[in-house]
């Protein structure tokens, strides 16, 4: 083989490796959701100018009209890229959102446990304190094991609705852990969809200009969202979309911190302290 024969072999086996790779990127391209539809529109133009070449003997991308509209044809691609991570990044601000709203909604009941927790501090003082204080006082046994039986009455009664207290207080704290079950799902929830959004701004900022511009337009829309809830009271809160992770950790937060009083409350009434009056009032009004 000549050097002439080795040069033309040379370049035809650098003309392969350079349109495999190109192929290859357009794989790749096709695989990234963030380039998806600009790389698809590529792999079709592609393939048609493939096969209309073959079908005519010559290559379509020599032709002027390609060259010149070659830009184009890529500017397009890029508005594609960017209006489906626009699209993408409004989706995932908008699950931020109403993960962030659905934790703020959960921590408006907490009012409701506050209540019921105040209310069995309140029948424990009314209703089974005085019975104990009574029991003693009449020289009876509190515990249920050593019963006097001249007390019985009084004494099973009282028995009777110390352990309906308990119950109650282990209903309202397994309902509280329940609750903050529910506050975590939805503080995971925004905090991976913020990361998606994260992710999709980082791909529009780096999309070119028509990338820069959909990212612009997506801080607009954020902003707008905001300005909404501020001039609308009872439309949600504000830090739901200025910091979507950041309010439903808050919400997250508050519910663990009246859910772990709600728990010392709740070992408190189900210790032997409970048949002591003047010691579990004492215990229970410090939490």
């Given at each position: 083989m000549s050097?002439?024969?080795?040069?033309a072999?040379?370049?035809?086996?650098?003309?392969?490796?350079k349109?495999?790779?190109?192929y290859e990127?357009?794989?790749?391209?096709?695989?990234?959701?963030?380039?998806?539809?600009?790389a698809?529109m590529?792999?079709?133009i592609?393939?048609m100018l493939?096969i209309?070449?073959?079908a005519?003997?010559?290559?379509?991308?020599?032709?002027?009209?390609f060259?010149?509209?070659?830009?184009?044809?890529?500017a397009?691609?890029?508005?594609?890229?960017?209006?489906?991570n626009l699209?993408s990044?409004?989706?995932?601000?908008?699950?931020a959102?109403?993960?962030?709203?659905?934790a703020?909604?959960l921590?408006g009941?907490?009012?409701?446990?506050?209540t019921?927790?105040?209310?069995?501090?309140?029948v424990?003082?009314?209703q089974?304190a005085?019975?104990?204080?009574?029991l003693q006082?009449?020289?009876?046994?509190p515990?249920?094991?050593?019963t006097?039986m001249?007390?019985?009455?009084?004494?099973?009664?009282?028995d009777?609705?110390?352990?309906?207290w308990q119950?109650?207080?282990?209903?309202?704290?397994?309902?509280s852990v329940?609750?903050?079950?529910?506050a975590?799902v939805?503080?995971r929830?925004a905090?991976?969809?913020?990361?998606?959004?994260?992710d999709?701004?980082?791909a529009?900022?780096?999309?070119?200009?028509?990338?820069?511009?959909?990212a612009?337009?997506m801080?607009?829309d954020?902003d707008?969202?905001?300005?909404?809830?501020?001039?609308?009271p009872?439309g949600g809160?504000e830090?739901?979309v200025?910091?979507p992770v950041g309010y439903?950790?808050?919400q997250a937060n508050?519910i663990?911190?009246?859910?772990?009083?709600l728990?010392?409350?709740c070992?408190?009434?189900m210790?032997d302290?409970?048949?002591?009056?003047d010691?579990?009032?004492?215990?229970?009004g410090s939490l």
């Amino acid at each position: 083989m000549s050097v002439s024969q080795d040069a033309a072999y040379a370049w035809s086996l650098f003309k392969h490796v350079k349109r495999v790779r190109a192929y290859e990127k357009l794989v790749q391209d096709s695989v990234d959701e963030d380039t998806r539809p600009g790389a698809l529109m590529n792999l079709g133009i592609e393939a048609m100018l493939e096969i209309a070449g073959k079908a005519l003997g010559t290559s379509l991308t020599s032709h002027p009209y390609f060259a010149c509209h070659k830009a184009h044809l890529e500017a397009l691609a890029q508005a594609l890229n960017a209006s489906s991570n626009l699209d993408s990044a409004r989706q995932a601000l908008s699950s931020a959102i109403r993960s962030a709203d659905a934790a703020g909604a959960l921590t408006g009941t907490l009012a409701d446990y506050r209540t019921r927790n105040n209310g069995l501090k309140v029948v424990y003082s009314f209703q089974i304190a005085g019975s104990l204080r009574m029991l003693q006082d009449r020289g009876g046994d509190p515990h249920l094991k050593e019963t006097v039986m001249t007390h019985g009455p009084l004494q099973a009664a009282t028995d009777r609705n110390i352990y309906e207290w308990q119950a109650l207080w282990c209903e309202l704290y397994l309902e509280s852990v329940q609750l903050l079950a529910m506050a975590q799902v939805e503080l995971r929830a925004a905090e991976a969809a913020m990361k998606n959004f994260d992710d999709k701004m980082k791909a529009l900022s780096s999309g070119g200009g028509m990338g820069a511009l959909g990212a612009a337009q997506m801080k607009k829309d954020r902003d707008f969202q905001w300005l909404d809830r501020a001039r609308a009271p009872g439309g949600g809160s504000e830090r739901a979309v200025l910091d979507p992770v950041g309010y439903a950790r808050d919400q997250a937060n508050a519910i663990q911190d009246l859910s772990d009083r709600l728990g010392e409350n709740c070992e408190a009434a189900m210790s032997d302290d409970v048949y002591r009056p003047d010691f579990i009032q004492h215990r229970l009004g410090s939490l």
